[in-house]
């Protein structure tokens, strides 16, 4: 296969796989049917955000150990898809435990133990996936990958949500019935997301020798960040931005809890969180190419910081509940795709060579955030929604002034001419 038919090629298998990731985790999103779910077996807050805080830890954890084991990866594709196998069937197995009657705290120990295979998995995956994806696509490729990942898939979450609301506002139908039949939808289509990984194909790459450590890497961390005040000024922007979007598991449960809007009205704004990954992609799709990544990360940061200014007003009752509300669920849902900004602007200013090095670094910088979810179930829990939402608010801002400082990467990249 040549380059071109490879580019091609590869693209849309990034593509198809990004799509059905979206559509599928709408069904087991830790940031809006997940908190439902576990607000129907525990009035605990702290619940929600020690949820979220196990994906980060996770996550980052595995990143930080073990994800530039990837280099010494023969076939990548395989190994990465192998992976998503056993970390999408998170949300089928929490389906089959409650098919099997497991409820309460039962049910809520499932879901971590769960939630922690899926996450740790996806630790594995993260570094090699940017790997791959930056070395078998150029900088336009990516951008349209990653852009139509968010639009297209975002426009299936959207369908996704619209069945969500449908089985949670069915009449006489048990609550945990409703979850294990949202939870299998969800763990069918991920696990076709899986697969379209497997289809990419890489391209010829050096393997490291046998004595290759996969800890190396972290002694270069500091020189790389000593030697590049660019990226460090994204990794700022990009942590202030997972600081301010702590707020995302609880908008809903602001609707409901604080708010006391119907029912209705708060699947409603479920749907709304889910279509920000829509504007997400219209955002990566249709900017990113054109203007590059750094654009889209400040619009991003934009549309997030009004979002968290319109919820804080609905709060202190200067702002109509719904209309205020819906636009921080759909900013909220915006922000949670932001990655494809970060993650695009990162490879951009990363020398080809050292794109691993560049997401370990990441994964190192961001680990301490963690917490920021368990920090922000226990405010909320103990003060309210209301102090959750203003310090929120001020790391937007944060993040905001300091993307307006990031420069566009240097070489032919679409920012060149913009």
Not at 16 to 33: E, H, K, M, P
Not at 48 to 63: I, N
Not at 258 to 273: F, H, K
Not at 339 to 354: C, H, I, K, Q, S
Request: net charge positive; with cysteine; glycine share 10%.
């Amino acid at each position: 296969m040549d380059e071109a038919r490879l580019g091609v090629h590869n693209r849309r298998a990034f593509t198809a796989q990004g799509i059905l990731y979206f559509v599928g985790i709408a069904f087991f999103d830790t940031s809006t049917v997940v908190p439902l779910f576990l607000r129907s077996l525990s009035a605990d807050l702290t619940l929600v955000g020690a949820l979220v805080a196990l994906r980060t830890f996770a996550t980052l954890v595995v990143q930080v150990l073990f994800g530039m084991a990837v280099m010494k990866v023969r076939h990548v594709p395989r190994y990465l898809s192998g992976l998503l196998y056993a970390s999408y069937s998170a949300p089928a197995i929490v389906a089959v435990g409650l098919l099997a009657g497991l409820r309460g705290t039962a049910a809520i120990v499932l879901l971590f133990a769960a939630t922690a295979v899926q996450w740790t998995c996806d630790g594995f995956v993260a570094i090699g996936y940017y790997d791959l994806m930056g070395r078998t696509l150029d900088a336009t490729d990516r951008g349209r990958a990653m852009g139509g990942m968010q639009f297209i898939g975002g426009l299936g979450a959207v369908g996704s949500a619209l069945v969500i609301k449908a089985v949670l506002d069915l009449p006489g139908l048990d609550p945990v019935a409703r979850f294990t039949a949202l939870f299998l939808a969800g763990g069918v289509l991920l696990l076709a997301s899986a697969y379209s990984l497997s289809l990419v194909r890489d391209r010829p790459h050096r393997v490291p020798t046998a004595d290759f450590r996969p800890l190396r890497h972290l002694r270069e961390i500091p020189g790389l960040l000593r030697t590049r005040p660019v990226f460090v000024r994204a990794l700022a922007c990009q942590a202030f931005a997972i600081l301010a979007m702590t707020i995302a598991p609880f908008v809903l449960l602001i609707a409901r809890d604080r708010l006391l809007l119907a029912d209705s009205l708060v699947t409603a704004l479920l749907g709304l969180q889910i279509a920000g990954s829509v504007v997400g992609g219209l955002l990566v799709l249709f900017v990113t190419p054109r203007r590059g990544s750094r654009r889209s990360v400040q619009l991003f940061l934009l549309v997030l910081t009004i979002g968290l200014v319109s919820g804080l007003g609905a709060v202190l009752g200067l702002l109509p509940a719904f209309p205020a509300l819906a636009l921080l669920a759909l900013s909220a849902g915006v922000g949670v795709a932001s990655w494809a900004g970060f993650m695009g602007y990162f490879v951009d200013v990363a020398e080809p060579e050292r794109i691993p090095l560049y997401m370990a670094s990441n994964s190192v910088v961001m680990l301490p955030l963690a917490g920021a979810g368990l920090l922000g179930g226990l405010a909320a829990d103990r003060f309210g929604f209301l102090p959750l939402l203003a310090v929120c608010l001020v790391f937007a801002l944060a993040a905001l002034g300091l993307s307006l400082r990031l420069p566009a990467p240097a070489g032919p990249t679409p920012e060149v001419t913009s």
